[in-house]
Structure formats: structure tokens, C-alpha cells
């Protein structure tokens, strides 16, 4: 194809935050009509190339054509008015609002917003959302919208916005499979009505489902360009992750358990709204060993995680760690116990994204004599200890001071792993500790998580990602609906057994699960 | 029963300072924006309209100098606050310290002046003829009828116009609103300004209707009660209006108990609409403790394009 069919033509592209270069002298070129995915590790540089074309971030140097004509995006308003929409990784909704008013938002025409042009606006959303074969309630506000949902909104919010290209940053990461077969045949409808479309992503299998041009970034660089008839999976992965680990299978040796150092006895944990999220469950967790927990979000994994780790009191039952009872701990003595987390909002409840590497590396340990004397922190040595975690953790960060809001996803989960090893666990609780990771720093955790096993603590690893807890997990528990739906032992898991429990079959409303049944 | 009317009335012309105040705060505060110097900036309003009223005998001057020397310090709070991304906190607590001080030391030639105005009433026949509610409106000077007209205004504004959801939109999630095109810059800028001026046309009122000379430090604390207020009345300005008639008729029973003499200290009394405001505050957070706050999410924090997320 020619030249001029380029819709979008970036040369030369350089972008710095601070020292840390996230595009260095990148070209990418897109055709009009097609659906091009941009592949690449988190960090890669994805979303700064894509945030660069809907006018958020500004290159430091490089030209942007649209449509063939030098276009200067300085702003998201100019990006829409050259056709350029975005659908984000995190939706850009008002929560407060409802869809509709989500997606006129911004619109200058018509200032007197009466219900009767109210009216007339949903109606004419409705048919837009039709058109396309997308639903949404439109009368209540955002917030009470699923994930897909809300992404569907963010679809027609840029369909209103007459966009003709569609931006996509990593719009699978957060729906469930049924959702993302939807998205997709979403994603064709929108090709057929002569849409062109970009599409984010490090999931290799849906690039190869959906894409029909790819390109290939790494470490803020364009690495290739190729069309989907040209690519393997294999190809792809050795070229995004940039050496040729993707097809090394994991290996993890069956080593005997130790003594119990987790009890869990018909535990109950209550909700503020008097529901038992979890409903009376037991299991164990011992020395030497992994114990992943799997199920639906929402089927009392958090409640587990909160109050193993003091964020939430038990209601009934008890637990007992390492020979002793805990009867309402605080979050502090089960530190100091040994009980370490990764939680499942590594920038939420893992870290302080404003503070810099050593603040957060010292959270736990702040009060120690090997940190602090007489209230004052070390400085020398705090120093001299964060370099050393994060050069054997393998933290790539441009110093130790700049916030760590400002690290990738993986070198915050990585950071985040230094802390909590660090304070030589006896118990992990690691929850969701590879989600939005990229193939490298999943690979890492999942090290971290089996060195820590092999080196006598023990882990209970809470994943949506039934991959990873079949992989790694000695015994994996099936969480229904807070209770314990069938009990697991590795080498007899099969992803149609562990879906079956998972999606409540076998389960009686009231039946009480005896702990250590093998299915 | 006589008493009651008289009660409502001196309610209303008690709240009607209140009244602008919240308005300007709600402003504010809709596009994201603390504003703490409400009590510095109504100071700056009282004691500008005395000096200018005082020379001038004007009304219109009088209220356009305040609109502008009030404008003036909204400006400041919203450049300190927008542009150079201060803390909204601290910035407001500086207009009111600057407010309060050089409200005292403008005000020294004219304290203790009585300000000779007589304020436009409003006489409505067919309204009088009503029982009851005749005696309670009857004869309202403007200003009351135009804080009352301001509230429904601002009510359409923000609920029934593309303006008032841009304002929503810009307060609760401004990096959205900017996605969607919208300026945050000029939105926060264009309320805070006006937010501040209705707040120096409270200081106007207050020094022009309810209490006309000027004495150093005259609000006291009717800013920072108007800034509780706004926690009162939701964010809603017609909310707004009942909650600046109930906080002033506290405050002008207070008023009216000492001249009936009872015996009760009057240190006591004056205490009365401040003690109020912690216990309905109190009452309002007990009442939504599990109903999801309204407050503007995005309140206190300063908007950057490039800050990532």
C-alpha cells in the first residue's frame, strides 16, 4: 500500500520523564482500515506513544502526521477533533455521572439541558450503542456499571465524538474471557463501518486473534513491524520480551511440606453489611509449601486476604499461627510475626506512590535498630541497604529518590516483593502479585514466590490466574461463594475440575466442606 | 403565635450573609477548589463597602468596588491554588490571615462609623395580604429577595445546563474532563473568581443591612461557619438557603435572648451558632455514615496534565 494510506505516521518520536526514556526515536505508521496492535512489555512504552497521539503527554522531539498533514496534538481536544479517540486502561468516566451524561460531556452545543433534551440525547445514544451491538444501562451512574460495561461506554464515547481512529490501551486487562470475545467482535463490527483502530496490549494470544498489523516495542524502542500473516507467537514473544525465555518451561520440584504454620478453623469473616464473605472454612497452610487459592473475584478472596493480614477482624472460628492463637491482631504484630502481603493494589495498599524507593523499602522495618536509633533513620546505612535490595531484586529505577508512582508496573511489584522478603517471612500472602504484569516480571514473581517456599516459609497465593496457581501451588483450595468448594493437590489439577468448582458445581447451599477432600 | 413570623424573619435577614458566603463556597468547591479564606475575604468586602460607602454614598460603587476587590482575592487564591498548584489549605488560611489583618487596618478611619444607608425594600401588596407568610416577607430589602433568586439560579445552573455538568465533571475527575475537552483551568479560575466575589457581597451585607458600622473583626466566624455549612447544605444551594436561615436564626436568637434577659451569660449565647455547627455536623456525618458522600471527589487536589496516574 501507498504511502498517503497511513492514517497516523509518528517519526522520531522521543518522550523523557525525568531520566527514564520512555520512546526513543520511535517511528510507527498506521494504515486506514486495519487493526493494528502495538505489542510490547509494561514499560515498553506503549501508552506513552498512544497517550502522545490523544494529546495528554507531548513529544520532546518527532513529527505526528494525520491523515497525511503535520498535526501538533496539544491537547485531548485537538486529538478528537483531528478523529482520534481513546478508549483508557483506566476508564476515563466521571463516576458520579451517569453514562450518558459521560458521554455528552465536554459537548458545547445546547447549553439548557431540560429533560426533554435529555430525553432526545439518550435516545439517540441508545441508537448509536445499538448500531454496534453494545449495551449499557444510561440512566445510572458509573460507578454501579460492571468493567465491561464501562468500557463499552468508553467505546461509544468515542463513536459520539465522530472518531475514526479508536485507540485501545490494554482494553482486555480487566474483563472476564466472556467479556473480551465481546470487545472483540465489537472491535470487527467497528472495522467493517471503515473504523481504524490501535490496540495496546502484552497478551500475545489476543494479538494474534484480533490484530491484522503488529508492532513490536521494547525498552521504548520500536523493535519491528509485520503483518499477522508474517508473526508466530513464538516470534513475537522472543521479540518483545528480547531474549529467548517465553518458550523455557517453569520448573518447580516437588519437595515434602513442613510443619503446619497456618491453621485456619471454621473462620468466618463478616462483612459491614452482615454477610459471611467467608463462611466457615478450614485448611492449613505448612512449611516448605504453596497453597493457591482459586475462584470468581468477589467469592470471599479479599476478606481472606484482610484478615489473615489484621485488615479485618474474624467474626468466629480461629487462627492459628505458627502454635498460637491470634485473636484480633493488629496489622503491626502480624508484621512482626512474620507475616508478610503483597496485596492486591500494589499502588493502593503496596506502596506510597509519591515517596521514593528507601521510604518505601523501610515501611516495616522503619522501627528496627538496624534502621533507625533513637527515632532517627540511618541515612548512610538505609542507603547502602535499599541499593542492595534493589540490585537483588532487580528494581530498575533512575534513582532512589524519585517517586515510585513513577516506576513500571513490574519494578513496583518487584520493590514491593524486596520489602516484604526482606523481613524473612514466615508466611507470604501474596494477592494477585502478577495482575497486570508482563511476561519478564510475572516470571520473576513467580521465582521470588518458589525461592521463598524452597527456603522453608510458607505461601498462600490468592490469583484469579488459574495458570499461574496450577503452576505453582502444592494444594490449591477452589473458593465458592466463602466456602471452600474442593481441596486440590497439585499434579491432579485440571483446568476443567478446578472451572467446574470454581463455577459452584458441587456445591449445596449449607453443605459444610470437610477441609482436605480430594476431588 | 405572634412570635413565630418575627422568628422566620430575623432568621432570614440573620442567614442572608450566611447565605452568600455558602453560595461562594459551593462554587468553589463544585470545581474542586477549598476556598478557607471565605471569612478574610468577607472582611475585605464589610470593610471596603464602608470606606467606599462612607465617601461615596453609592450603592453601585460600593458594590462594584467590592465585586472587584473581593474578585481580586479570588484570583489570588485560584492562581496560588490552579497555577502554581499550592495547597489549597494553606493558601486559603493565608487570604484569611491577610484579610483579617488589612480589613483592620483599612478599617481604622471608619470603625465605629455609623454607615448611613437605607437599602431598597421591596413591597409587595398581594404577597402582604397572605397571613402569616405575608408578615414574614413583607417588606424584605433586595438584597434578601436576590440571594433567595441566586440560589434557584445557581440550582438551574448546576443541575440543568451543560455548564453545571462540566462543573460536576471538572470537580469530581478533572483528567477525564480535560480527556473530554473540557478546561479545568478556566473552569476552576472562572469559580473560584465568582465563588470569591459572593462571598465579599456577603461581607457587603453584612455591614450594609444587618449590623451598619464597621468594627475590626466583624464576621466573626460567619466564614468559617459558611464553610461548614456547605458540608450542611450538600453541596445543594437550595439546601443552602434553609441551612443559612437555620444557622441565622440561632444566631439571631442568640441576639434576641439577651435583650429579653434571660439569665443566661451572654458569652454563653453567642456561643450558640458555633456550638450548633459542631453538633449538626456531628449529626449529618452519623445520619450518611453508608450513604456515598457527595463531596466533590477530586476537593483539595491540584489538577496536572502529565502527573501519571
Known sequence: ?519 | MEIIPLIIAAAISGGTSLLFAVLGGILNEKAGVINLGTEGIMLIGAVMSAIVFIQTNNLFITLAVVLIATGFLGLLHAFLCITLRANQTVSGLAITLFGTGLSAYLGKSVAGVPIPVSIPKVELDWLDAIPIIGQIFSGLDIFIWLSIALSIILYVYMYKTAWGLHLKAVGDNPSTSDAMGISVAAYRYFHVIAGSMLMGVAGFYLIMVYSPNWIEGMTSGRGWIAIALIIFARWNPIYALFGAYFFGGLDSLGFRMQIYEFNIPSYFLKMIPYAATIFILMFIGWKNRNKPSVEPKSLGNPYFREQRL
Not at chain 1, 13 to 24: H, Q, R
Not at chain 1, 101 to 119: A, V
Not at chain 1, 456 to 461: A, K, T
Open chain 1, 1 to 519: 500500500m501507498s504511502q498517503s494510506a497511513n492514517v497516523i505516521e509518528m517519526k522520531d518520536i522521543v518522550k523523557t520523564f525525568g531520566e527514564v526514556v520512555a520512546s526513543n526515536h520511535v517511528n510507527f505508521e498506521v494504515k486506514k482500515g486495519e487493526i493494528h496492535a502495538l505489542l510490547g512489555e509494561n514499560g515498553a512504552g506503549k501508552s506513552t506513544i498512544m497517550s502522545m497521539l490523544s494529546g495528554i503527554y507531548r513529544a520532546d522531539s518527532g513529527d505526528i502526521y494525520i491523515n497525511g498533514k503535520l498535526s501538533r496534538i496539544r491537547s485531548p481536544k485537538e486529538s478528537m477533533e483531528l478523529g482520534i479517540g481513546m478508549v483508557h486502561q483506566n476508564f476515563r468516566l466521571v463516576d458520579t455521572l451517569t453514562a450518558v451524561e459521560n458521554i455528552i460531556l465536554g459537548e458545547k452545543s445546547n447549553k439548557w439541558r431540560g429533560s426533554s433534551w435529555m430525553k432526545k440525547k439518550i435516545e439517540e445514544i441508545e441508537e448509536l450503542a445499538d448500531k454496534y451491538g453494545l449495551t449499557f444501562p444510561t440512566k445510572v451512574p458509573i460507578w454501579q456499571l460492571s468493567v465491561g460495561e464501562q468500557q463499552r461506554v468508553e467505546i461509544v464515547k468515542t463513536l459520539y465524538r465522530g472518531a475514526e481512529i479508536i485507540i485501545f490501551d490494554e482494553p482486555t486487562s480487566v474483563l472476564t474471557p466472556g467479556e473480551v470475545e465481546q470487545l472483540f467482535l465489537t472491535m470487527q463490527e467497528l472495522k467493517r463501518n471503515g473504523k481504524t483502530m490501535i490496540i495496546t496490549t502484552h497478551k500475545l494470544k489476543e494479538v494474534m486473534t484480533i490484530a491484522d498489523q503488529i508492532s513490536v516495542m521494547r525498552k521504548g524502542t520500536m523493535i519491528a513491524q509485520m503483518s499477522k500473516e508474517e508473526a508466530t507467537i513464538q516470534s513475537l514473544a522472543n521479540l518483545m520480551v528480547g531474549q529467548n525465555m517465553a518458550d523455557e518451561g517453569f520448573s518447580i520440584k516437588v519437595i515434602e511440606k513442613g510443619k503446619p504454620i497456618l491453621d485456619v478453623q471454621n473462620l468466618v469473616v463478616r462483612t459491614k453489611l452482615r454477610i459471611n464473605a467467608i463462611d466457615r472454612i478450614n485448611f492449613s497452610v505448612h512449611e516448605y509449601e504453596i497453597v493457591g487459592v482459586a475462584g470468581v473475584a468477589g467469592n470471599g478472596q479479599k476478606e481472606l486476604a484482610e484478615v489473615l493480614t489484621g485488615l479485618m477482624q474474624l467474626y468466629s472460628g480461629q487462627i492459628v499461627f505458627n502454635n498460637e492463637k491470634l485473636t484480633a491482631p493488629s496489622v503491626q504484630q502480624l508484621i512482626d510475626k512474620g507475616i508478610a502481603h503483597i496485596p492486591e493494589n500494589r499502588m493502593k495498599s503496596g506502596l506510597a506512590g509519591s515517596l521514593g524507593i528507601i521510604d518505601n523499602l523501610m515501611m516495616k522495618t522503619y522501627r528496627s535498630n538496624a534502621r533507625a536509633k533513637f527515632g532517627l533513620m540511618k541515612k548512610k546505612e538505609n542507603m547502602e541497604w535499599a541499593a542492595n535490595l534493589i540490585k537483588k531484586f532487580d528494581v530498575r529505577t533512575p534513582d532512589m529518590v524519585s517517586p515510585v508512582a513513577q516506576l513500571s508496573g513490574g519494578n513496583q511489584q518487584k520493590l514491593l516483593f524486596a520489602r516484604e522478603i526482606d523481613i524473612n517471612p514466615k508466611l507470604m500472602i501474596a494477592v494477585h502479585p502478577t495482575q497486570g504484569l508482563d511476561v519478564g516480571a510475572a516470571k520473576a514473581v513467580h521465582e521470588m514466590l518458589v525461592q521463598l517456599r524452597d527456603s522453608g516459609s510458607g505461601v498462600l497465593l490468592i490469583s484469579e490466574d488459574l495458570e499461574e496457581v496450577m503452576q505453582l501451588s502444592d494444594k490449591i483450595l477452589v473458593l465458592y461463594n466463602g466456602k471452600i468448594n474442593g481441596v486440590i493437590d497439585r499434579g491432579q489439577a485440571n483446568r476443567e475440575v478446578i472451572g467446574q468448582l470454581m463455577a459452584g458445581l458441587n456445591y449445596k447451599e449449607g453443605a459444610f466442606y470437610e477441609p482436605e477432600i480430594v476431588v
